[in-house]
């Protein structure tokens, strides 16, 4: 064979074979996130370190992805995540760009009216970032007059809301938690409210902070983070279900929170 017929023939093969690839692989590339065999893409807000957050590499990590990686392992689907952001996550939820929400999302009446949740799978509570020496020792003080931040939209922010009164301007409502927590250290805020987890996570992340947590569990409830899926997606939210309810059983929910949640 001389060397252009040879050549002539790898490209030949090559050509078959891509075609070949082609067909089989092209099917699977639609943009449509309904639950299209097995692959469910999920929606998050990745600024909610240790629960979603962004990676130095820009990966979207955390306990809460840690968590739905081990209930996909457990049901046999694959997972996407798109970080989406906070308040577009509830529309994305609606519209179908996303199959379900993981973000700390706590489970709450209100939200259950247009909105199904899984079973909860993480225990958290609201608690109060203050200024170190601030006079601010509990809830009730929020109500004297004090500027308080929270990122909008949140179990935090509602708190908040009932407290001092819906439309107060004394409250800050961010887009996200880590500016609300700017807005106090900034000194625009006396306080900062939002969920333990990610608050003690800040805490320990910038220990040369002047701040201070304020816990006050008597005077609020306890909040159940649940997974989000569609009103009316019982095919998406009871699959999760039984992931949740293995990784429950077999101890590795415990693992990744380090507490036990019933
Ligand atoms: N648990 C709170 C709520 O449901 C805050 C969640 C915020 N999560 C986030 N990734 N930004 O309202």
Redesign the pocket.
């Known amino acids: 064979m001389t060397r252009t017929l040879r050549l002539w023939s790898l490209t030949l093969l090559l050509v078959a074979l891509s075609a070949v690839l082609f067909a089989c692989g092209g099917g699977d590339e639609e943009a449509d996130a309904t639950t299209d065999g097995d692959k469910l893409v999920v929606g ?5 370190a240790p ?2 957050y962004m990676d130095d590499s820009g990966e979207i990590v955390g306990i ?1 992805i840690d968590i739905v990686d081990a209930i996909a392992e457990e049901i046999g689907v694959e997972v996407e995540y798109k970080n989406i952001g ?1 308040e577009p996550l509830f529309p994305a939820v609606d519209n179908g760009e996303v199959d379900f929400a993981v ?4 489970i ?1 009446e209100e ?1 259950e009216e247009s909105y199904d949740f899984t079973d909860p799978y993480y225990v ?1 509570k609201q608690v109060i970032l203050v200024p170190e020496g601030s006079d601010i020792t509990g809830f009730k003080d929020l109500e004297d007059d004090k500027v308080i931040s929270a ?1 909008i ?6 708190v908040v809301q009932d407290l001092i009164g819906e439309t107060n301007p004394n409250i800050l409502a961010a887009e ?2 880590p500016l609300a927590i700017t807005e106090m250290l900034n000194g625009n805020a006396d306080a900062s409210v ?2 333990n ?2 608050v003690n996570e800040y805490m320990e992340n910038n220990p040369n902070e002047d701040v201070e947590v304020i816990e006050d569990d008597d005077n609020v409830d306890q ?1 159940h ?1 649940g997974l989000m899926v569609k009103k009316g997606n019982d095919e998406v939210r009871e699959l999760l279900n039984e992931g949740i309810a293995k990784i429950k059983e077999n101890g590795k929910l415990e693992e990744i929170t380090g507490f036990v949640v019933e």
Request: charged share 25%.
């Open positions: 998050t807000d990745a600024t909610y629960m979603e809460d906070w973000s700390s999302i706590t709450t939200r958290a990122q939209n949140t179990t935090g922010h509602k996200t938690m939002g969920d987890s990610t909040e983070y």
